[in-house]
Nanobody
């Protein structure tokens, strides 16, 4: 089994910062891409940031320049540093990972339970 556990969410004022963490554990051979998604009330889940096993990153236009995704491959952990937070960043943030559970397995996608980020204004 594979588990993704997010942490770091909370309530902040506009302009503040938060750092989200997601730790993957379980039977894992390797993790390729790790992503952060978010879903605000009444809106579809959207990709916020992604990072490949090689360190290539991409961001949603709405967070570009404010958020930074990083990962520690050895620890199977991905981070999302969120600066200059805006009210519209309020959402449940979900960690996502493409995981290979063994050397002979293909990639499977796993999700964390989500962590609430609320930005007041």
């Amino acid at each position: 089994q594979v588990q993704l556990v997010e942490s770091g969410g909370g309530l902040v004022q506009a302009g503040g910062s938060l750092r989200l963490s997601c730790a993957a554990s379980g039977t894992i051979f390797s993790i390729n891409r790790m992503d952060w998604y978010r879903q605000a009330p009444g809106k579809q889940r959207e990709l916020v940031a992604a990072i490949t096993s090689g360190g290539t990153t991409n961001y949603a236009d709405s967070v570009k320049g404010r958020f930074t995704i990083s990962r520690t491959n050895a620890n199977n952990t991905v981070y999302l540093q969120m600066n200059s937070l805006k009210h519209e960043d309020t959402a449940v943030y979900y960690c996502n990972a493409d995981v290979r559970v063994s050397a002979w397995s293909g990639l499977s996608e796993y999700w964390g339970q989500g962590t609430q980020v609320t930005v007041s204004s």
